[in-house]
């Protein structure tokens, strides 16, 4: 399979609407261009990571405008397109970080609250309820487990992942700059212990005064780089066997030697 990662700098000058009709326009150039599989976009690039201060105002329903704005691009480009995450408002009017995973046809296939928000009892922390499950979507290539950002740092989800029949990790994420060094390490990490690839689609910029590390990257089984890029706006288009996760499976069969489970988390 082919997927596309689209690395965005989330420039605060620019329109959230101006925003979603770019992102909109760059999932069909890459389309076009790149024929993939797989397109990825970075988490809650309609506000910016560490834009908390416009969490509550640019809310939108799961079903809103970056809904209707992604259906039709996946549908228009007819790839897989995991679309990041956005500040989502449910019913109740609670807040979650929130991805979104629609099919060639534009329906959408998938949605997951991010489980481990960040911030220390601030920002996102406390703005944000919790997911309560985790989510793999079957794609006819393979098997992808959905996680964000700071998810990054808990690989029991990811083993959950794995129990679900993850052979693939999409991450979306704004990571800053000063920890980039963790980013790439835990990508690396994550793959190679659940033997499975990573791919993690970063933002470029500033969001509300921190710099945003960029270097999305592609990571296979065996913890080998396949693609990273640089800090500011770029597309990483990467080939991928599905079948290199059975095969390093069975080649190095570390997942049959669990001896500790894990409970999903529920709240």
Not at 2 to 28: C, H, K, M
Request: net charge negative; aromatic share 8%; glycine share 10%.
């Amino acid at each position: 399979m082919r997927a596309s990662l689209i690395q965005i700098a989330v420039d605060e000058g620019e329109p959230v609407n101006s925003r979603r009709s770019r992102v909109s326009s760059l999932v069909r150039e890459v389309a076009g261009r790149e024929r993939p599989d797989l397109v990825v976009l970075p988490e809650l690039w309609t506000t910016g990571a560490f834009a908390y201060e416009s969490f509550a105002s640019e809310a939108e329903p799961i079903d809103g405008p970056t809904y209707e704005a992604m259906a039709k691009a996946a549908a228009d480009a007819g790839v897989w397109l995991h679309a990041g995450s956005i500040p989502e408002r449910d019913a109740s009017g609670d807040l979650y970080n929130t991805s979104l995973v629609f099919s060639p046809e534009g329906e959408l296939a998938a949605s997951y609250r991010k489980i481990h928000r960040f911030g220390f009892d601030k920002g996102e922390a406390v703005l944000m309820g919790a997911g309560a499950e985790l989510v793999a979507v079957r794609t006819p290539e393979t098997t992808i487990g959905l996680a964000t950002c700071y998810d990054l740092r808990f690989p029991e989800l990811f083993r959950g992942l794995v129990d679900a029949g993850a052979e693939m990790f999409v991450v979306p994420a704004g990571w800053p700059a000063r920890r980039r060094a963790h980013w790439t390490l835990l990508a690396r990490a994550r793959a190679v212990e659940d033997q499975a690839f990573v791919l993690a689609c970063g933002t470029g910029g500033t969001h509300a005064g921190v710099p945003q590390a960029g270097h999305s990257v592609v990571v296979d089984p065996w913890g080998e780089v396949l693609a990273e890029a640089g800090d500011g706006e770029e597309i990483l288009t990467v080939e991928l066997d599905p079948a290199k996760v059975a095969a390093t499976r069975e080649q190095f069969p570390a997942l049959k030697d669990r001896l500790l489970g894990m409970d999903a988390p529920r709240r």
